[in-house]
């Protein structure tokens, strides 16, 4: 988890002698006793506090090849720098300044398909880089740059944190404001423009929030463009922010209601199908579950996104099935998760939800004071009436090493002995680095299964072993927010919060 150094303190002190020595551009060399970081264990709620000397407040970051964050950018002495972390219990911060060859603030970084990072957008910054390798720097002249990002600028911007996915077929769907384009970086051309999405602005300050749904994936794949939709939800009109942020008194209108979704592999016949959520939505998060729907949490009713500019939380999670594009209202929370809220989806399939703050600073007395509280939401498929029907993988029977393109073999064990084989499913599931309603690298595939065999053990209930083919490797959740999340409250027990 990641704070903002330019507030200085936190609600987590460095013990003597941690304090360390940080260098503000064009100002003094500053003494910070407090921790801008921790490394959080989900399932005992400790934290490790992590060193950090450069700014990563609204930056960017993705797990890489090996499993290691790798975050880019942030404000002010981080603007232009990479860092990395291993998961270890000694590990810290790597940070290298003066990586990027332009200072990224509001930016968004994703992995293409040869495990190379690009850096898209940011604050002033209509331009994207590709990220150097570890330790290495990058010049002004390697910078490109982006007309899109231009052509998407607004009065009050609404293309920051741009949507960028990698399609199956290689190339990028980028998406800011209402527009949308895919971009092939071999040759940093734009091959394709998509229709406009209607009704307002999507991108941050009117940040809605955005998906990849799951790609479903053939036992012997082999077409050469892979179906991939896009899900768009929430959002606010193009002078939300003028009139939340810039008009005294201030203004508060209504968020967007509505979601775009597209086929973006059909290319000159795609076009956006308009859905109509339960209620309007703005800053919050759309997460792949395990069941390959989507969910719908954090964020409010009105407002932009901006200290003090929310007035109206949406208390109430929901469910987007991908099957028959409904939606369905979940119980709700009791702890609003407004600005800088975030969300993750944990490796036992419950929702990890921390953060909210709407002031400049931490505040405890305020109309929505500074949220330092972390709940786990349990979604529906944790019912205990459906306990009779899970199932668990047996790992010690199964693959223990997964080889690029080659078919592996997965073993489960229980379940419903009368289990319609054909809809079996195996996903997994690329884990996004969260941070102010988007989601960079959220990618969750369907894995096409050759085989299915029943074995009936003597003494233990049937099992079943899986053949299929893999893509990509499930990897642990990140989250990036600007206001701490110590532990006071692992459990808000109701209305479904656990």
């Given at each position: 988890?990641?704070?903002s150094?330019i507030?200085?303190?936190?609600?987590?002190?460095f013990?003597d002698?941690?304090?360390?020595?940080?260098?503000?551009p064009?100002?003094?060399?500053?003494?910070h006793?407090f921790?801008?970081?921790v490394?959080?264990d989900f399932?005992t709620?400790?934290?490790k506090?992590?060193?950090?000397?450069?700014?990563?407040?609204?930056?960017?970051?993705a797990?890489?090849?090996?499993g290691r964050?790798v975050?880019?950018?942030?404000?002010?002495?981080?603007?232009?720098t990479?860092r990395?972390l291993d998961?270890?219990?000694?590990c810290e911060?790597?940070e290298?300044?003066g990586?990027l060859?332009?200072?990224?603030?509001y930016?968004?970084?994703?992995?293409?398909?040869?495990?190379?990072f690009?850096v898209?957008?940011?604050?002033?910054f209509?331009?994207?880089e590709?990220?150097?390798?570890?330790?290495?720097?990058?010049?002004k002249n390697?910078?490109?740059?982006?007309?899109?990002?231009?052509?998407?600028?607004?009065?009050?911007?609404?293309?920051l944190?741009p949507f960028?996915y990698?399609?199956?077929?290689g190339?990028l769907f980028?998406f800011?404001n209402?527009?949308s384009?895919l971009?092939?970086?071999?040759i940093?051309?734009?091959v394709?423009?998509?229709?406009?999405?209607?009704n307002?602005?999507r991108?941050?300050p009117?940040?809605?929030?955005?998906c990849m749904?799951p790609?479903?994936?053939?036992p012997?794949?082999?077409?050469?463009?892979i179906?991939?939709e896009?899900l768009?939800?929430?959002?606010?009109?193009?002078?939300?922010?003028?009139?939340?942020?810039?008009?005294?008194?201030?203004v508060?209108?209504p968020?967007t209601?509505d979601?775009?979704?597209?086929?973006i592999?059909?290319m000159q016949?795609?076009?956006?199908?308009?859905?109509?959520?339960?209620?309007?939505?703005?800053l919050?998060d759309a997460?792949v579950?395990?069941?390959?729907?989507?969910?719908l949490?954090?964020?409010?009713?009105?407002?932009?996104?901006?200290?003090?500019?929310a007035?109206?939380?949406?208390?109430?999670?929901?469910l987007?099935s991908?099957?028959?594009?409904k939606?369905i209202?979940?119980?709700?929370?009791?702890?609003p998760r407004?600005y800088?809220?975030?969300?993750a989806v944990?490796?036992?399939?419950?929702?990890?939800?921390?953060?909210?703050?709407?002031n400049?600073g931490?505040l405890?007395?305020?109309?929505?004071?500074?949220?330092?509280?972390?709940?786990k939401?349990?979604?529906?498929y944790?019912d205990?009436?459906?306990?009779p029907f899970?199932?668990?993988?047996?790992?010690y029977?199964?693959?223990?090493?997964?080889?690029?393109?080659?078919?592996?073999?997965?073993?489960?064990?229980g379940?419903?002995?009368?289990l319609d084989?054909?809809?079996l499913?195996?996903?997994?599931?690329?884990t996004?680095?969260t941070?102010?309603?988007?989601s960079m690298?959220?990618r969750m595939?369907r894995?096409?299964?050759?085989?299915?065999?029943k074995?009936?053990?003597?003494?233990?209930?049937?099992?079943?072993?899986?053949?299929?083919h893999p893509?990509?490797?499930?990897?642990?959740?990140?989250?990036?927010c600007?206001?701490?999340f110590i532990?006071?409250?692992?459990?808000a027990?109701?209305?479904?919060f656990?």
């Amino acid at each position: 988890m990641l704070d903002s150094i330019i507030f200085k303190t936190s609600r987590l002190k460095f013990q003597d002698p941690h304090c360390q020595n940080v260098v503000i551009p064009n100002g003094p060399v500053e003494e910070h006793c407090f921790a801008h970081s921790v490394l959080m264990d989900f399932e005992t709620a400790k934290v490790k506090p992590l060193k950090l000397k450069y700014d990563t407040w609204r930056s960017s970051g993705a797990l890489d090849v090996k499993g290691r964050l790798v975050s880019t950018g942030g404000y002010n002495n981080g603007s232009d720098t990479v860092r990395s972390l291993d998961i270890c219990p000694s590990c810290e911060w790597k940070e290298y300044p003066g990586t990027l060859g332009n200072g990224t603030w509001y930016a968004t970084q994703v992995t293409l398909a040869d495990g190379r990072f690009m850096v898209f957008g940011g604050r002033d910054f209509p331009t994207y880089e590709f990220v150097p390798p570890e330790g290495q720097r990058k010049s002004k002249n390697q910078v490109n740059d982006f007309k899109f990002l231009r052509e998407t600028h607004d009065p009050v911007e609404n293309n920051l944190y741009p949507f960028v996915y990698l399609h199956t077929d290689g190339n990028l769907f980028i998406f800011a404001n209402n527009l949308s384009v895919l971009l092939d970086p071999k040759i940093n051309l734009i091959v394709h423009v998509f229709p406009v999405l209607p009704n307002g602005a999507r991108s941050y300050p009117a940040s809605g929030c955005s998906c990849m749904l799951p790609i479903t994936l053939q036992p012997d794949e082999k077409r050469s463009v892979i179906q991939a939709e896009d899900l768009v939800c929430g959002g606010a009109a193009h002078d939300a922010f003028t009139l939340t942020d810039l008009n005294r008194p201030k203004v508060f209108p209504p968020a967007t209601k509505d979601c775009g979704l597209i086929d973006i592999s059909e290319m000159q016949k795609a076009n956006w199908k308009i859905l109509q959520m339960p209620s309007p939505r703005i800053l919050g998060d759309a997460m792949v579950l395990p069941t390959g729907n989507v969910l719908l949490v954090n964020g409010t009713k009105s407002d932009s996104a901006g200290w003090d500019d929310a007035r109206d939380p949406n208390m109430v999670p929901v469910l987007f099935s991908v099957s028959s594009s409904k939606f369905i209202e979940l119980n709700p929370s009791t702890i609003p998760r407004m600005y800088h809220s975030s969300s993750a989806v944990l490796p036992d399939g419950k929702i990890l939800i921390a953060g909210s703050n709407t002031n400049d600073g931490y505040l405890d007395v305020a109309l929505f004071p500074t949220e330092t509280r972390v709940e786990k939401f349990s979604p529906h498929y944790f019912d205990p009436a459906l306990d009779p029907f899970r199932t668990e993988i047996l790992f010690y029977k199964s693959a223990k090493k997964l080889t690029y393109g080659n078919q592996f073999e997965v073993r489960v064990f229980g379940g419903d002995q009368n289990l319609d084989m054909q809809k079996l499913q195996v996903n997994i599931y690329h884990t996004p680095f969260t941070t102010h309603g988007i989601s960079m690298d959220q990618r969750m595939i369907r894995l096409g299964i050759y085989g299915v065999k029943k074995t009936l053990p003597q003494r233990t209930p049937p099992s079943l072993l899986f053949k299929h083919h893999p893509t990509e490797t499930s990897l642990r959740p990140v989250i990036t927010c600007s206001s701490w999340f110590i532990m006071g409250c692992l459990a808000a027990v109701q209305c479904g919060f656990k």
